[in-house]
């Protein structure tokens, strides 16, 4: 079992930052990948930045020159930095760890964080 516990979401201004934390604990060694889905009202869950244990890193392109995503040293931490956020950034963050598929270049997630609400607005 895998445990993800996220923070860092709140309320921003249009153009302002954020920082993401999502710690991972227990049986992280079998996960290869960490990373952030997103889920705005009335829309589907969709992958925001992913990240391999071999720092092989993923965004999606509406944020990508925005956001970066990095995890620390150890490895059971990942991090979103986002900057320049505007009102289409506004969502639940959902923190996942699962595994990335070299012969498909997908992530697979097999465990997710209670979600964190990112909201911009003015």
């Known amino acids: 079992q895998v445990q993800l516990v996220e923070s860092g979401g709140g309320l921003v201004q249009p153009g302002g930052s954020l920082r993401l934390s999502c710690k991972a604990s227990?049986?992280?060694?079998?996960?290869?990948?960490m990373g952030w889905f997103r889920q705005a009202p009335g829309k589907g869950r969709e992958l925001v930045a992913a990240i391999t244990r071999g720092d092989r890193t993923n965004y999606a392109d509406s944020v990508k020159g925005r956001f970066t995503i990095s995890r620390d040293n150890a490895g059971n931490t990942v991090y979103l930095q986002m900057n320049s956020l505007n009102p289409e950034d506004t969502a639940v963050y959902y923190c996942?760890?699962?595994?990335?598929?070299?012969?498909?270049?997908?992530?697979?997630?097999?465990?997710w964080g209670q979600g964190t609400q990112v909201t911009v607005s003015s």
């Open positions: 227990g049986s992280i060694f079998s996960m290869n990948a």
């Open positions: 996942f760890a699962g595994a990335f598929m070299e012969n498909t270049a997908k992530y697979y997630p097999n465990y």
